[in-house]
């Protein structure tokens, strides 16, 4: 994610991977939580940024372009803009806290200096957007370097979903570790699940471990068991879209089922994410909302149709695994070992 030469937030179209690297310019509130919505940018911490950079990609293109005097001249409006433009992204996907605490962060900036005028104000919110998106980047590195300590070299590691470079502003939360150590010289060999119903696994893991020349496995959902059993895999790296004060993780669906198969073939399973995707709010995954998305990403399969007509159809997008199976959670602060208590939690956590 970035800045286009004249302000938009600027993506690449996940959806159209690995066919098609097409980038978007998005400049108003209702594109960017479009493409939240559709998936077109996905992942936890990359969804928070791009909220945070739409946000002020639209306040920018309100206050210059197209959206008449009254906003250019008038700070309250700037401010009822940013409050609306914020409650509507932040409605675009429920599961991830990554994107409510980027955007409280975009609001706070309001409350900074009550005096400001228009353009400070603008420039105010794209630094703050700025800053959600070095950091996530940093984060990242921080992610990698310490995780990097539970990869040997030789090792097969097993991820689900995608958590790397395209679902954050840098290399990536569960494949970071993966990156440091390919980058320090290890071998280290990747099973990526396809991850049904929507193909993070198959059409984006895949792609980007290729094209950074880390080799990757693809594997249908159902098969990780008998791989697990067949002993190929080392350990399991999953990113999380929330992670509560007990430690429970929720990921995406089929997440949970992982952990199960590792905790039975005693394969560590690692939960790896940003302090950002913390909510010492929910004390346990039980209080975390699970998005449930439409039928036709169930029944249909790159515009075919794949179930039976008449069925109904049941499309939870995440699970939640609880904290007893899970060995480690890696955040930039290092590496976390069971039991996790996260409302006293070592690492910065965003205010309550
Ligand atoms: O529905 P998605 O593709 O946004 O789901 C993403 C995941 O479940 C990721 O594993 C999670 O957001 C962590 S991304 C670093």
């Given at each position: 994610?970035?800045?286009?030469?004249?302000?938009?937030?600027?993506?690449?179209d996940?959806?159209?991977?690995?066919g098609?690297?097409?980038?978007?310019?998005?400049?108003?509130?209702?594109?960017v939580?479009?493409a939240?919505r559709?998936?077109?940018?996905?992942?936890?911490?990359?969804?928070?940024?791009?909220?945070a950079?739409?946000?002020?990609?639209?306040?920018?293109?309100a206050?210059?372009?197209g959206?008449?005097p009254?906003?250019?001249?008038?700070?309250?409006?700037?401010?009822?803009?940013?409050?609306?433009?914020?409650?509507?992204?932040?409605?675009?996907?429920?599961?991830?806290?990554?994107?409510?605490?980027a955007?409280?962060?975009?609001?706070?900036?309001?409350?900074?200096?009550p005096?400001?005028?228009?353009?400070?104000?603008?420039?105010?919110?794209?630094?703050?957007?700025?800053?959600?998106?070095?950091?996530?980047?940093?984060?990242?590195?921080?992610?990698?370097?310490?995780?990097?300590?539970?990869?040997?070299?030789?090792?097969?590691?097993?991820?689900?979903?995608n958590?790397?470079?395209?679902?954050?502003?840098?290399?990536?939360?569960?494949?970071?570790?993966?990156?440091?150590?390919?980058?320090?010289?290890?071998?280290i060999?990747?099973f990526?699940?396809?991850?049904?119903?929507?193909?993070?696994?198959?059409r984006?893991?895949?792609?980007?471990?290729a094209?950074?020349?880390?080799?990757?496995?693809?594997?249908?959902?159902?098969?990780?068991?008998?791989?697990m059993a067949a002993?190929?895999?080392?350990?399991?790296?999953?990113?999380?879209?929330?992670?509560?004060?007990?430690?429970?993780?929720?990921?995406?669906i089929?997440?949970?089922?992982?952990?199960?198969?590792?905790?039975?073939h005693?394969?560590?399973?690692?939960?790896?994410?940003?302090?950002?995707?913390?909510?010492?709010?929910?004390?346990?995954?039980?209080?975390?909302?699970?998005?449930?998305?439409?039928?036709?990403e169930?029944?249909?399969?790159?515009?075919?149709?794949?179930?039976?007509?008449?069925?109904?159809v049941?499309?939870?997008a995440?699970?939640?695994?609880?904290?007893a199976l899970?060995?480690?959670?890696?955040?930039?602060?290092?590496?976390?070992?069971?039991p996790f208590?996260?409302?006293?939690a070592?690492?910065?956590?965003?205010?309550?």
């Amino acid at each position: 994610m970035q800045w286009s030469p004249d302000g938009a937030l600027r993506i690449v179209d996940q959806r159209r991977l690995p066919g098609e690297f097409v980038e978007r310019d998005l400049r108003t509130v209702a594109e960017v939580a479009e493409a939240i919505r559709t998936l077109a940018v996905r992942g936890a911490p990359a969804i928070g940024v791009a909220a945070a950079m739409g946000l002020a990609a639209a306040v920018w293109h309100a206050t210059r372009v197209g959206a008449g005097p009254a906003l250019l001249a008038d700070v309250a409006a700037v401010r009822a803009f940013v409050h609306g433009g914020a409650a509507e992204l932040r409605a675009a996907r429920p599961t991830a806290v990554n994107l409510g605490w980027a955007l409280d962060r975009m609001r706070d900036v309001l409350d900074r200096d009550p005096g400001v005028g228009v353009t400070p104000l603008t420039a105010a919110l794209r630094a703050e957007a700025e800053a959600i998106r070095a950091e996530d980047e940093a984060m990242c590195a921080a992610i990698g370097a310490a995780g990097r300590e539970l990869l040997r070299d030789g090792m097969r590691v097993l991820t689900h979903c995608n958590a790397g470079a395209l679902a954050t502003a840098g290399i990536g939360t569960a494949l970071a570790p993966v990156y440091a150590a390919v980058e320090a010289g290890l071998r280290i060999e990747v099973f990526a699940d396809e991850t049904r119903p929507l193909l993070q696994g198959s059409r984006l893991t895949a792609w980007e471990l290729a094209r950074a020349g880390v080799p990757v496995t693809v594997i249908t959902d159902g098969m990780a068991g008998s791989v697990m059993a067949a002993g190929k895999i080392d350990l399991v790296l999953v990113g999380a879209d929330r992670i509560a004060a007990n430690g429970d993780s929720a990921n995406k669906i089929g997440t949970y089922a992982l952990a199960v198969l590792a905790k039975h073939h005693r394969i560590p399973f690692v939960v790896v994410a940003p302090s950002s995707s913390i909510d010492a709010r929910a004390p346990t995954g039980a209080e975390i909302p699970i998005e449930e998305r439409g039928a036709d990403e169930v029944t249909h399969l790159a515009g075919a149709r794949v179930a039976a007509a008449g069925a109904t159809v049941f499309n939870p997008a995440f699970d939640v695994t609880p904290a007893a199976l899970i060995s480690h959670i890696v955040t930039e602060a290092g590496v976390l070992c069971a039991p996790f208590r996260f409302d006293h939690a070592p690492i910065a956590l965003p205010p309550a």
